[in-house]
């Protein structure tokens, strides 16, 4: 059984670099079939897609936090991570990580991981 | 970037009656391959969203047959014919025929009467 765990801080100052990595156990990350996904949800709202990145370091991301997003991928350790600069509060949300086919986006996801930003 | 909108916002069931939530996206989601790129999520108290419906009307793997999907170009629904307890939590509609980005929509909330 596939299974995803984000971990990180949980608190992070503005300003600085929110970093948080996905593991994934039960499969392989380097499966050809899959990319590997972002989504945060702020307290009591919907649902927003950060980005997204195939095994061999291809990466989309939201072109709203584009400048700001960094996704990347550790084949050996079968992990992915995030990397968020210049975070506010307005980036306070829990975040998850998930796995996504082109006909099955975001089959399998983490149980997820909230981040406050606050000083 | 496609913009989903979903009505009701919130939805208020007896156990053992239907529901009916409508997803309307600002393009079509119809793409040249034919195939339509609307998913339905479930997002229960406390969990993690999880996918029920892909490409409009496909059950995922152990969605139960009281789900159901239809629609086409730009208007879609979920129907539950009959709502049980666990069906609680908060409905998406999302779309994957423009990326970047995914888009979802704003979630329908649906809790038992």
């Known amino acids: 059984q596939l299974q995803l765990q984000e971990s990180g801080p949980g608190l992070v100052k503005p300003s600085e670099t929110l970093s948080l990595t996905c593991t994934v156990s039960?499969?392989?990350?380097?499966?050809?079939?899959?990319?590997w996904g972002w989504i945060r949800q702020p307290p009591g709202k919907g649902l927003e897609w950060i980005g997204s990145?195939?095994?061999?370091?291809?990466?989309y991301y939201n072109p709203s936090l584009k400048s700001r997003v960094t996704i990347s991928v550790d084949t050996s350790k079968n992990q992915f991570s995030l990397k968020l600069s210049s975070v506010t509060a307005a980036d306070t949300a829990v975040y998850y990580c998930?796995?996504?086919?082109?006909?099955?986006?975001?089959?399998?996801w983490g149980q997820g991981t909230l981040v406050t930003v606050s000083s | 970037d496609i913009v989903m909108t979903q009505t009701p916002l919130s939805l208020s069931v007896t156990p053992g009656q239907p529901a009916s939530i409508s997803c309307k996206s600002s393009q079509s989601l119809l793409h040249s391959d034919g195939k339509t790129y609307l998913y339905w999520y479930l997002q229960k108290p406390g969990q993690p969203p999880q996918l029920l419906i892909y490409e409009v009307s496909n059950r995922f793997s152990g969605v139960p047959d009281r789900f159901s999907g239809s629609g086409s170009g730009t208007d879609f629904t979920l129907k539950i014919s009959r709502v049980e307890a666990e069906d609680v939590g908060v409905y998406y509609c999302?779309?994957?025929?423009?990326?970047?980005?995914?888009?979802f929509g704003p979630g329908t909330k649906v809790d038992i009467k």
């Open positions: 998930a796995r996504l086919a082109r006909t099955l986006p975001f089959d399998y």
């Open positions: 999302m779309q994957s025929i423009q990326l970047p980005p995914f888009t």
């Open positions: 990145i195939y095994y061999s370091g291809s990466t």
């Open positions: 039960g499969g392989s990350i380097s499966s050809s079939s899959y990319y």
